[in-house]
C-alpha cells in the first residue's frame, strides 16, 4: 500500500504485537515510498522495533543520528536520546549531548527547555529559572515553559514566587 498512515498504522500494531519482522518490512516499504514524511514515520517505526527488542545501543546510535538532523523531529530525538542516557543513569552523558546540540543551535528555544529541566535535574535551581525566565521573556505565550518555572517554585517551597508566575501566565 502505498497509504502512509495506513502503513504506519500497521506498523505500529506490528511493534505492539512484536511481530519484528513484519513490522521490519513496513519500515521498508515506508523508505521505498520516499518523501520526508515516510522517512519521519520510517525512523518513528524503526526507534519502535529497537526499543521493543531492548536493543539500547543501536537504539541510542539511530536517536543520536536523527537528532543531528535539522528541524522539530531531531529535536524529538535529542529528548528521547537524553531520556534513554538519564535511564541507563548516565546524567553527564545526557548534559554532554544536550551540550552539543545547544552549540550547533545555542537559540533553539526547544533545547534551551530542556535545558532547563537537565538543570533542574541536577539541582541547578537557580539556573533552570534563569533559563526559563528568559525563554518566556522571549516566548510568554509557552505554557509548558509557565507551568515548568511554576512547578519549579512550588518544590523550592517558593509558594510566593509561584503564584506571582501564574498570575504573569495569565
Known amino acids: 500500500p502505498s497509504n502512509l498512515q495506513l502503513l504506519n498504522a500497521l506498523g505500529s500494531i506490528y511493534v505492539g504485537l512484536e511481530d519484528w519482522p513484519r ?3 513496513v519500515v521498508e516499504a515506508l ?7 515516510a522517512t519521519t514515520l520510517a525512523n518513528e517505526l524503526s526507534v519502535g522495533i529497537l526499543a521493543g527488542q531492548n536493543r539500547q545501543e ?3 546510535a539511530l536517536l543520536e543520528q536523527l537528532a543531528t538532523d535539522t528541524g522539530n523531529s531531531s529535536n524529538r530525538a535529542v529528548l528521547a536520546t ?8 548516565d ?7 544536550l551540550e552539543s546540540r545547544l552549540a550547533d543551535t545555542p537559540d533553539d528555544p526547544d533545547l534551551r527547555y530542556i535545558s532547563a529541566g537537565l538543570l533542574a535535574l541536577q539541582g541547578n535551581v537557580e539556573q533552570a529559572e534563569n533559563v526559563l525566565r528568559q525563554l518566556l521573556e522571549e516566548r510568554p505565550q509557552s505554557e509548558p515553559a ?3 518555572l511554576y512547578n519549579l517554585l512550588r518544590r523550592q517551597n517558593d509558594f510566593a514566587a509561584a503564584s506571582a508566575a501564574l498570575k ?3
Not at 82 to 89: E, N
Not at 91 to 97: E, S, Y
Request: overall charge negative.
Open 82 to 89: 537524553i531520556r534513554l542516557r538519564l535511564a541507563d543513569g
Open 91 to 97: 546524567v553527564q552523558g545526557a548534559v554532554a549531548f
Open 146 to 148: 509557565w507551568m515548568t
Open 58 to 60: 543501536e537504539l541510542q
Open 31 to 37: 523508505g521505498r515510498n520516499g518523501g520526508d514524511t
Open 168 to 170: 504573569d501566565a495569565l
Open 23 to 25: 513490522a521490519q518490512d
